[in-house]
């Protein structure tokens, strides 16, 4: 079945490094691919997300690279600052005519001051 | 807008009580999601409604468990008998409905199975 695998699981960086978090879909149908970030104790909330038709989208410190070639997309965080710290989800949509998402196992982000 | 409501917060109840968790969608959305988020199974999509139609149950782990939603802006995921491995936390999510569109998550119910 479809299935999204994220790397690492755990992510330790300094304040101001940069920090980048991986995902792989089996789905070649796969069209959206959003981003969570969700701290203690709260839902998760949508960060970015990136459509099949772009390669690159970056908002601010944050951005996502896809290669749907390799089916795999990234997130990229530069200068991290410690309210970064979170646990991180990336999500494939499912083929057209569903509206579900697969979502990634998340990584938890430390960011050290 | 208040985002997703959900409720309780917290619930701790005894194994074989009936537990029922409530989600108010976002107004005008039209799909709503119900997930289930535990340290060894990470994020479960158990159900989801589309226009108040049951479109994918797939996820729901066994009869025990039942949704319903009986108008737009409320929905309900009941657990009958209850078990110390539905011990978890429920999320309820919504969307405008449409493949690609960004899921709003409620700020989770944490259910406690004694």
């Known amino acids: 079945g479809e299935n999204v695998e994220q790397h690492p699981s755990t992510l330790s960086v300094q304040e101001g490094d940069s920090a980048v978090i991986k995902c792989t879909y089996s789905d070649s149908a796969s069209n959206y691919f959003p981003w969570y970030k969700q701290e203690l104790g709260k839902g998760p909330q949508l960060i970015i997300d990136?459509?099949?038709?772009?390669g690159e989208k970056k908002d601010q410190r944050i951005a996502v690279t896809l290669n749907k070639t390799a089916k795999h997309f990234s997130l990229h965080i530069t200068e991290t600052q410690p309210e970064d710290s979170a646990v991180y989800f990336c999500a494939a949509s499912m083929p057209s005519g569903t509206y579900k998402y697969i979502f990634g196992t998340g990584t938890r982000l430390k960011v050290l001051a | 807008d208040a985002g997703v409501i959900q409720s309780p917060r917290h619930e701790v109840t005894e194994m074989g009580q009936e537990v029922t968790l409530r989600c108010k969608p976002i107004?005008?959305?039209?799909?709503l999601f119900w997930y289930r988020q535990t340290m060894m199974r990470g994020l479960e999509l158990l159900i989801y409604f589309n226009n108040n139609v049951p479109i994918d149950d797939s996820g729901m782990p066994e009869d025990r468990f039942s949704a319903k939603m009986p108008n737009a802006s409320f929905s309900t995921l009941k657990i009958q008998p209850s078990e110390p491995r539905d011990s978890a936390v429920y999320f309820c999510?919504?969307?405008?409905?449409?493949?690609?569109?960004?899921?709003?998550f409620g700020p989770g119910t944490r259910l406690t199975v004694t």
């Open positions: 990136i459509r099949s038709n772009v």
């Open positions: 107004s005008g959305h039209n799909s």
């Open positions: 999510a919504s969307s405008l409905g449409l493949a690609g569109n960004e899921q709003y």
